[in-house]
């Protein structure tokens, strides 16, 4: 209402003539409101027309579902307007109604409630642009797509005499000419973004900032339905990176960061505390709109908006460099070269959630791989078993979740145990029990024991199933990141080792005498499994493996076998297991100090077997070893290099990502998409 009035305190009242004074969905088609926007004329701003136009009450689809219907039943209308629209021009007159909208509730941003009729003709308008804003998307080419957007020219409707001098803002300045904007995309984006900046979350206005983040995630999809070379992004992403929203980048940033980890907003008091009375599309009473719904869509349109290599025109991406610099939000703490600060206790509790979901993971990942203040606040946590063990409880259900989601826990625990001091920390803390672990009751396990345990658990599955070289090479860098910091294992812990060890060194046998048999021409037969080089490659992968566990056996007794007694018990326990690759080509360099510290070992028991005259009982065998491993000389070991395996992201890892979030984003979202349209490889 205020936009056409040139005194704001004068209200319009409500008339029951807009789109959707009921809610009858096959009625759209033929509204004569929505026709006439979807015409050939141009409809000048202080037609009384948009004012009907926009005074409905309806309500926002809360699933897929229901914006299907939605967008069903006003495909001719979409279509049409795609087509009418960059002759009248009437997107961008919509644009300048929005803008006019949003700055004039920016003048009431201090206040308790804005008015909720103001809100219910801004969330209107909204959810008009984005309806028609999702057609021309799929519909069009980026190009075509783009100039939805452009107004041939500027339309005087009127002369503007002295209303020229005030302010934009001003519905006096606006009435008697349409104001076009030279990119309608940027300042449309711009004022979706001061809107969500300066508005706190609250249920009287949820409906609204949901639109904004939905409108600009809709001019995003674009490329998912004409995806432009790797080179090229899509105009309205590039107006996004380098526009003037883009000023707006750390702030945006911010924003969609504290929403995606905000608290749950308190519930209302009554139906008349929502926005405004819903009109559902069943006859069932409408519940406030989603807040968890909310925050998942400002967590998405983050990765969305900081997934892109560069803004497109070679400089950095502002949205990835401000969610990569922000820091802790402290007293004392260093800023000088953070984005923005928050409270990273808080981010912390937010990540220790119950259950990590694939999109908070997401988030872990980002955070981890590219913000250093974020990932120096995780690593000196005291208490980071509560990070880590719903991160551990997805990695051991794998079966229940997507590779993906498994994946991307996997590298964080190879980021993480990249630092000694969380390799060695790891196993000082003790759990006092498991519930969540099946193969046996596990008490007063480390939880450096448990996700050695839960990697195993991973390694075994993918040996049997899955057969995933990468995932073999990341769960064994795991590993080796900690086996100089192996300590005080829990006896089931060494056994689970040196019986996983030991079922990969019989399969190896096992090969090697089938790829004999191939060659000999005794086995195999005309399938690619029974070819010479397919049993070539299932040999050298296992040898690989091989190597590798005994690279990591050679740097827990070299590093850390003082403090690892138990390890060193099964080691000796399981000696028969290593005799064959004393003279193996491939492994015996790997075996010489595993049989130095073993051979050693197995001579003293024998002495003191011959002393008491009995075979020595578990007990003393562990008394012999403590014994042994504190007096055994460092020189007498053949020194191993230091175990290090860094994560480093691929060159462009949009090509990964982007296709990633938006397959997350069509999970979570209430919005409907036609996947069978997108072009985008998912």
């Known amino acids: 209402h205020y936009f056409i009035q040139s005194n704001l305190s004068c209200v319009v009242s409500r008339v029951e003539m807009g789109v959707a004074a009921s809610c009858n969905l096959v009625s759209l088609s033929t509204n004569p409101h929505l026709v006439r926007l979807s015409s050939v004329e141009a409809i000048p701003l202080q037609d ?146 001061e809107f969500l900046v300066n508005f706190p979350v609250k249920q009287s206005t949820i409906q609204v900032h949901s639109e904004c983040v939905k409108i600009v995630t809709t001019l995003m999809s674009a490329q998912l339905y004409t995806p432009p070379p790797s080179s090229s992004p899509s105009p309205h992403i590039t107006t996004l990176m380098t526009g003037r929203c883009s000023t707006l980048a750390p702030l945006v940033t911010l924003t969609l960061l504290t929403n995606a980890i905000h608290e749950p907003l308190p519930a209302p008091t009554s139906v008349s505390s929502y926005l405004w009375s819903y009109v559902p ?114 990695v051991y259900d794998a079966e229940t979740h997507s590779t993906h989601h498994m994946y991307m826990i996997l590298i964080i625990l190879l980021i993480l145990t990249h630092d000694d001091h969380f390799s060695s920390y790891v196993h000082d803390l003790t759990l006092p029990s498991v519930s969540w672990y099946k193969e046996r009751v596990l008490s007063n396990v480390s939880v450096g024991g448990l996700l050695i345990l839960v990697i195993l658990k991973t390694i075994q599955t993918n040996m049997t199933k899955m057969r995933d070289k990468y995932l073999h090479t990341n769960c064994l860098a795991t590993l080796a990141n900690m086996s100089s910091k192996f300590h005080s294992f829990h006896p089931y812990v060494a056994e689970k080792v040196l019986n996983l060890f030991t079922t990969i060194v019989r399969k190896y046998g096992k090969i090697r005498s089938t790829l004999l048999g191939v060659e000999n021409g005794t086995e195999g037969g005309d399938t690619p499994e029974n070819t010479i080089e397919y049993w070539e490659c299932e040999r050298e992968t296992l040898e690989d493996i091989i190597r590798m566990f005994l690279e990591i056996f050679n740097s827990s007794i070299c590093y850390s076998g003082k403090n690892n007694p138990v390890f060193i018990y099964e080691l000796l326990h399981k000696r028969e297991v290593f005799i064959p690759f004393q003279t193996h080509p491939v492994f015996s360099d790997l075996i010489i100090n595993i049989e130095s510290i073993l051979g050693y070992l197995n001579s003293k028991l024998e002495e003191r077997t011959e002393e008491q005259g009995i075979s020595v009982s578990v007990d003393c065998v562990m008394v012999v070893i403590e014994e042994v491993v504190r007096q055994w000389p460092a020189d007498r070991l053949q020194k191993t290099p230091l175990l290090k395996f860094e994560y480093v992201e691929e060159t462009r890892p949009e090509e990964f990502f982007l296709p990633y979030i938006w397959t997350l984003l069509f999970s979570n979202s209430n919005m409907y998409w036609d996947t069978t349209r997108i072009s985008l490889n998912l």
């Open 48 to 193: 009384s027309f948009w004012e009907e136009l926009l005074d409905f009450s309806f309500p926002s689809p809360d699933n897929s579902a229901d914006s299907r219907l939605l967008e069903e039943s006003v495909d001719e209308i979409c279509c049409n307007f795609c087509k009418n629209n960059p002759t009248s021009g009437n997107m961008s007159t919509l644009i300048s109604i929005v803008i006019s909208l949003i700055k004039h509730a920016l003048t009431h941003v201090s206040e308790d409630d804005i008015n909720k009729e103001e809100l219910e003709t801004l969330y209107n308008s909204l959810l008009i642009i984005r309806t028609l804003t999702k057609k021309t998307t799929l519909s069009l080419s980026l190009e075509e797509s783009a100039q939805q957007f452009v107004t041939p020219d500027i339309v005087a409707m009127s002369q503007p005499s002295a209303a020229e001098n005030e302010e934009p803002s001003s519905p006096t300045a606006l009435q008697g000419r349409v104001v076009r904007y030279e990119t309608s995309v940027d300042e449309l984006c711009f004022y979706l973004f």
């Open 281 to 394: 599309f069943t006859a069932a009473p409408k519940p406030p709109y989603s807040d968890s719904a909310f925050f998942k869509e400002c967590l998405l349109l983050l990765y969305l908006l900081s997934s892109h290599s560069n803004s497109g025109n070679g400089t950095s991406n502002p949205y990835k460099r401000a969610l990569n610099t922000f820091g802790h939000k402290e007293p004392g703490s260093n800023v000088a070269d953070t984005c923005f600060v928050i409270d990273l206790d808080r981010l912390y509790c937010y990540f220790c959630k119950a259950e990590a979901s694939e999109q908070d993971t997401l988030l872990l990942y980002t955070l981890l791989q590219g913000n250093v203040n974020v990932k120096a606040f995780l690593l000196s946590r005291t208490d980071i078993e509560r990070l880590l063990l719903p991160l551990l409880r997805v």
